[in-house]
C-alpha cells in the first residue's frame, strides 16, 4: 500500500493543473534546464549506450537471484554491528520505525531525502505518536514547511517558483520576505543546523546497497545526508528490498548513470558509502545503526519476469524530466508519492490496479522515457500491460471505472473492424461526414487547436482492384 494515494483523482487534478500558469512555468523551466544538463552531460560518454546495458545486466540478474543476495548483504551487514529489521508493508514499516524513534527520546528527528519513507506516510505517523520528523534536504524542508507532497523524485520542490518559496518562508519562519535564492538557503541552513545538534536519531534513504559487503551507498549535493547519518546518536536507514548490487566493483556503473540521468551532473557532490556503526570511541558516526527492509508488494512484482522489470529503477527522475505529460501537469496531478511514468507504473503495482487504474492511462507512449531510462527499463511496454490489466483485471482486482461514451466508443470500434464490409462502411461514413464530424462530434476539443487527418478521397483498396496502383 501507497500513503495518501489519491491515484483514481488523476484526470480532475490533471486537468486543474492544466490552468495553473505558474505550476507549468516553474516545472518547465526546471525540467528543461535538467533536461539540457543531462543530454550535455552524456554526450561525454561514447560508451553511455553500453553503460546502459551493464547496469540493465546487473540489475536483471540481481533480481532474478534477490533472496541468495539479501541473505548476503543482511549477514554481512549484520556481521558490521547494523542491526537489521524487516517489514512486510507500510503499516509494520512504521510501527518498528516509530519504536526506535520514540527511543531516542523527545529529540527531533532529522530526516534525510527518501522515497521509501514517503511511501509508507512515515512523517504522518511520527507526528501522530508526538515525534517530530524534520526534512533536511531542502526541497522537502520546503514541502514539509508546506504541508504538500513532493512533485518530483529528486526535486521535491519543482512545482514552487523563488516567489512561492520567500512567501512561504516568510509567513512560516517569522523571517523578513526575501526572493534571493542565497538568502533564502542560509536561512534555511541556519534553522536546520540547529534541528541537527538537537536531533536524537537521523532517518535517511539508500540507494545502493552492497550485497558483498554489507554496505549501503547514499548520493547527495546538500550535505544533509552525511549530517543525518553521523551526528545522531542512532542512524535507521530505510530501504526496499530492490536496492541491492552484489559487488561493490558494480558501483562503478550505477555512479556514471544515475547522476548523469538525474541532475546532469558527472558525480553527486557526496557519497557517503557506510558500513555498520562506530567501532571506537573516539570514532566519527552513530552509535547504532539500524536498517529496515521493506517489502511492500515488491515480492509479487518479483514472481512476475515483466513486472520486475520495474525493480530496477534507480529512481534518477530522467523519465520526468523527459515525459511530456509530466511537463504539462506536474507531480501533484498523479496523487502519488511517485509521479511521472515511473510512479504510473510502480504505483498501480504497489497499490493495486483497483486503487490507481487511472495512472497508466496518463501516457502519450511516445517512448521518451525509455529512451533516457539509464536501466533501460520498458516504460511503455508495461504501461500497456497495466492498461490491459486495468480493463481486464485478474480474479481479485477491480477493474478501472470507465465511462460509458468511452465503452460505446471501443464497442463500435470493434463492430466496424471486425468485417470487412462494416469496415467499408465505417471508412465511407467517415469520408461523407468528415467535417460535422470534426465540428461537433466527441473529438471537437480536441481539433479546435490541430489538423485533424482528413481521408484519402478514395481508399487505397479501390485504387488497387480498380488497377490505378501498380
Ligand atoms: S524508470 Fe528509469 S528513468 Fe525513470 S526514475 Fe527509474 S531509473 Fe530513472
Redesign the pocket.
Known sequence: MIAHLHAQEFPERARDALTDGPLRQAIARATDTIGDRRAKAVLEIPEWEELREQARAVKAHTLARLDHYLLQFVGNAERQGIVVHWARDHAEACSILGDLAAAAGAHPIAKSKSMVTEEIGLNRVLEERGLRPVETDLGEWIVQLAGEMPSH?IVPAIHKSRQQIADLFASKLNVDRTEDPAELTRIARRILREEFVDAGLGISGVNFAIAETGSILLLENEGNIRLTTSLPKVHVAVMGVEKLLPRLADLEVFLRLLPR?GTGQRLTTYQSLLTGAKRRLGDEGPEAVHLLILDNGRSSMLRNELERETL?????????NACPVYRHVGGHSYGSVYP???GAIVTPQLAGIGAAGELPFASSLCGA?RD????K?D?PRMLLRLRARAVAPSPGESARPRPWSERLGFRLWAWAMTSASRYRLTSRLARWFHGPLVRFGPLRAWCADREPPRPAPRPFRDLWEKGSIQ
Not at 312 to 320: K, N, S
Not at 372 to 375: A, M, Q, Y
Open positions: 523524485i540521468s530496477a529503477c534507480i529512481r534518477c527522475g530522467a523519465c520526468l511521472g511514468p515511473i522515457c533516457v531510462c539509464p536501466v527499463i516504460i
